[in-house]
């Protein structure tokens, strides 16, 4: 399969559609004749992807990952699933399908963690420029995946990480219930209060690190299972970390995450961060 088969004009649509997210827009870095090298160069770059899995049999789509560019690489971490999960797994290992059985259940933070580090250090896995995490639902499509390395590419400093964010706004599709928007949306407008974090969407299971980020990030356990992406934020907040406004997203159903009845853990969790990792200031 071809990697990433999207046009050259879509991707140009895409930098000029999106430009008031960028602080330059590429247009005013490049010359029109060098798009083409610019674009081919984002599209060779090789991904690992770690995908925690707990429970996933009925969800997970392997044929998907199976059919996806030869550029990814997948790490299915089993985070100590009950179900037949990681069996369904070994029967479509390859080589680019990797597998990490867990013995117990560590919750998806240590999970990703544990993925993480075991990529940088095993080979071919970290053969890849990026290594990143996705959730298994596939709730952002792998399709996503070229339109982050082309918004990444059209800054004009080095991106070291590119976070998917699900803003709802003219040309993309995010389906998510109004009732998860609304939370999700409280809880970024905390966090910046309380944190001094700017994200519009830190919990976006959908992100890519520099392969030279990855120890900085990963190398400590994290104090909490919910919201490891706001310390992660905070772990690297001196670190040129980008948002790309999702153009399709679509809620699963089937998660594993409850917010209402967890929110007093989560706000003990961000207590904990801000006395460890203080304010971020402006």
Request: hydrophobic share 40%.
């Amino acid at each position: 399969m071809a990697p990433f088969p999207i046009p050259l004009v879509d991707k140009i649509n895409l930098i000029r559609s999106q430009d008031r997210f960028c602080r330059k827009s590429i247009f005013k870095s490049f010359r029109v004749s060098n798009l083409r090298s610019f674009f081919m160069h984002a599209l060779a770059e090789k991904i690992s992807l770690i995908i925690p899995c707990y429970n996933e049999a009925e969800r997970l789509k392997l044929d998907v990952f199976l059919d996806s560019s030869e550029l990814l690489k997948f790490l299915f971490v089993n985070d100590g699933s009950t179900d037949h999960t990681g069996d369904l797994i070994r029967a479509h290992l390859n080589e680019r399908m990797f597998l990490r059985d867990l013995p117990k259940n560590v919750g998806k933070a240590e999970a990703v963690r544990l993925g993480m580090l075991y990529a940088l250090e095993t080979s071919p896995l970290n053969d890849s420029e990026w290594i990143g995490y996705w959730d298994a639902d596939l709730a952002t499509p792998l399709s996503e995946i070229n339109n982050f390395l082309t918004y990444a590419y059209s800054y004009e400093f080095p991106v070291e990480s590119i976070w998917g964010s699900r803003v709802y706004r003219l040309g993309s599709s995010i389906r998510r219930s109004y009732r998860r928007h609304v939370l999700g949306r409280m809880f970024a407008t905390f966090t910046g209060v309380f944190l001094g974090i700017q994200s519009y969407d830190s919990q976006c299971g959908a992100k890519l690190f520099r392969k030279s980020l990855i120890r900085c990030a990963f190398s400590d356990p994290f104090m909490s299972k919910w919201i490891f992406d706001v310390e992660l934020l905070m772990r690297l907040q001196h670190t040129n970390i980008i948002e790309y406004p999702l153009r399709t997203w679509s809620d699963v159903s089937g998660s594993k995450v409850r917010i209402l009845p967890n929110m007093f853990r989560i706000l003990a969790d961000l207590i904990r961060i801000k006395t460890k990792y203080g304010f971020i200031e402006k």
